[in-house]
């Protein structure tokens, strides 16, 4: 059975940093990319970066130059390092695995993890 545990979230004021931690276990294949996403009350669900096996990264604009996405292939662990956090930046993040086995695809989310930035 696939978990991502997720951790590192909290209340942290504007400005300040907070780094988030998923690891994930159970997984079978291999992962073809690692990424998180956030969502904010009343608003979708949006990415906000993604890295693959290979160590290619994707960040949405926004998060460009404040936050850093990384992963430890050996531990199947990605995270999230934020700076210069906004109140804007308040949402549950959500750690997302996409991988490939025996021909299909899969894709597996955590449970959420939330980030308040208090103004």
């Known amino acids: 059975q696939v978990q991502l545990v997720e951790s590192g979230g909290g209340l942290v004021q504007t400005g300040g940093s907070l780094k988030l931690s998923c690891a994930a276990s159970?997984?079978?294949?291999?992962?073809?990319?690692m990424g998180w996403y956030r969502q904010a009350p009343g608003k979708q669900r949006d990415l906000v970066a993604s890295i693959t096996s290979s160590g290619i990264t994707n960040y949405a604009d926004s998060m460009k130059g404040r936050f850093t996405i990384s992963r430890d292939n050996g531990k199947n662990t990605v995270y999230l390092q934020m700076n210069s956090l906004k109140p804007e930046d308040t949402a549950v993040y959500y750690c997302?695995?996409?991988?490939?086995?025996?021909?299909?695809?899969?894709?597996?989310w955590g449970q959420g993890t939330q980030v308040t930035v208090s103004s």
């Open positions: 159970g997984i079978i294949g291999s992962i073809t990319a």
């Open positions: 997302h695995v996409a991988g490939r086995w025996l021909g299909s695809t899969y894709d597996h």
